[in-house]
């Protein structure tokens, strides 16, 4: 009897027996194919990681730029309103002048102040007597070694109606009593009659040290300034007072030259 296993035939239990089956046959269409990964879809992945990573770093930097303007946006909304604060004197003056001709209570309402029958500070009481209301800022300056506040408006009265708003900037005096401080003379001359206010304070570079809003709309500013005379040496300090008519232009504007020094050193008269 002849011996199977040199005939050279093909028996499935040789085949599972030399474990043939555990092999992939690269041609047996029954088989799953093995490959590697190929090079294109290693690409693709890596190019997913990198666009993956770059949304990520956009999106942080988006996140990072709208932070950065609304920080911006609340500091300058915290700058304008630290600004109109500063300014609360001129602002509430302003206000008040507005009801001019109305009662004090009336006028108090609108402008969204209380005023009061004198000043908490002796100085100004001395000073200005003629007065019927006065409101007053909360802080204080110190003018050559006398303390005020810094601002102050005084109001006048005529049957409990209210017929002048007069405001004074102490605080713009801190510095020098001579006022601010410039290189040379200002004429007043140079200004043409017509101006409105804001063109008038652009020529002269100054704030206004003293508003006085009186009826039918008439306004006053007065402007202080000094500057080093050169022939002499000294400080020299003048007060520009301007007014303006119902409509807004300037009617009229004169200077006048202040000698505070010699109402300093003057003597008293017996």
């Not at 409990?160 to 900037?169: A, F, I």
């Not at 007065?222 to 500057?227: G, I, M, P, Q, T």
């Given at each position: 009897?002849?011996?199977?296993n040199?005939?050279?035939?093909?028996?499935?239990?040789g085949y599972f027996?030399?474990r043939?089956?555990?092999?992939?046959?690269?041609?047996?269409?029954?088989?799953?194919?093995e490959?590697?990964?190929?090079?294109k879809?290693k690409k693709g992945?890596?190019?997913?990681g990198k666009?993956?990573?770059n949304?990520?770093?956009?999106?942080k930097k988006?996140?990072i730029?709208?932070?950065?303007v609304?920080?911006?946006?609340l500091?300058?909304?915290?700058?304008?309103?630290?600004?109109?604060?500063?300014n609360?004197?001129a602002?509430?003056?302003?206000?008040?002048?507005?009801?001019?001709g109305?009662s004090v209570?009336?006028?108090?309402?609108?402008?969204?102040?209380?005023l009061?029958?004198?000043?908490?500070?002796?100085?100004?009481?001395?000073?200005?007597i003629?007065?019927?209301?006065?409101?007053?800022?909360?802080?204080d300056?110190?003018?050559?070694?006398?303390?005020?506040?810094e601002?102050a408006i005084f109001?006048?009265?005529e049957?409990?109606?209210l017929?002048s708003v007069?405001?004074y900037?102490?605080?713009?005096l801190?510095?020098?009593?001579?006022?601010?401080?410039?290189?040379?003379?200002?004429?007043?001359?140079?200004?043409p009659?017509?101006?409105?206010?804001?063109?008038?304070?652009?020529?002269?570079d100054l704030?206004?040290?003293?508003?006085?809003y009186?009826?039918?709309k008439i306004q006053?500013?007065e402007y202080?300034?000094?500057?080093?005379?050169?022939?002499?040496?000294?400080?020299?300090?003048?007060?520009?007072?301007?007014?303006?008519n119902?409509?807004?232009?300037?009617?009229?504007?004169?200077?006048?030259?202040?000698?505070?020094?010699g109402?300093?050193?003057?003597?008293?008269?017996?």
């Amino acid at each position: 009897m002849a011996d199977k296993n040199n005939t050279g035939e093909f028996s499935m239990d040789g085949y599972f027996n030399e474990r043939l089956s555990e092999d992939v046959e690269p041609m047996n269409p029954f088989e799953i194919q093995e490959t590697e990964p190929s090079k294109k879809s290693k690409k693709g992945k890596r190019n997913l990681g990198k666009k993956l990573k770059n949304v990520n770093f956009k999106s942080k930097k988006t996140v990072i730029i709208a932070a950065a303007v609304l920080v911006l946006i609340l500091l300058l909304i915290i700058f304008i309103w630290l600004s109109k604060r500063r300014n609360d004197g001129a602002r509430y003056a302003k206000l008040l002048s507005q009801n001019i001709g109305r009662s004090v209570r009336t006028a108090e309402k609108k402008a969204g102040i209380d005023l009061k029958e004198e000043s908490d500070y002796a100085t100004l009481n001395q000073l200005y007597i003629s007065y019927q209301a006065i409101a007053e800022s909360k802080k204080d300056c110190k003018i050559q070694g006398v303390h005020l506040p810094e601002w102050a408006i005084f109001c006048n009265t005529e049957a409990s109606e209210l017929t002048s708003v007069t405001y004074y900037n102490y605080e713009l005096l801190e510095d020098s009593i001579f006022g601010t401080e410039r290189k040379s003379y200002l004429d007043p001359n140079l200004i043409p009659t017509g101006s409105t206010v804001k063109e008038v304070e652009k020529k002269l570079d100054l704030e206004p040290y003293r508003i006085q809003y009186q009826q039918g709309k008439i306004q006053l500013r007065e402007y202080r300034y000094c500057y080093d005379d050169k022939e002499s040496g000294d400080v020299v300090s003048y007060a520009i007072t301007a007014k303006w008519n119902e409509d807004g232009e300037l009617a009229e504007i004169k200077d006048i030259r202040r000698n505070y020094i010699g109402t300093l050193l003057a003597s008293p008269e017996a």
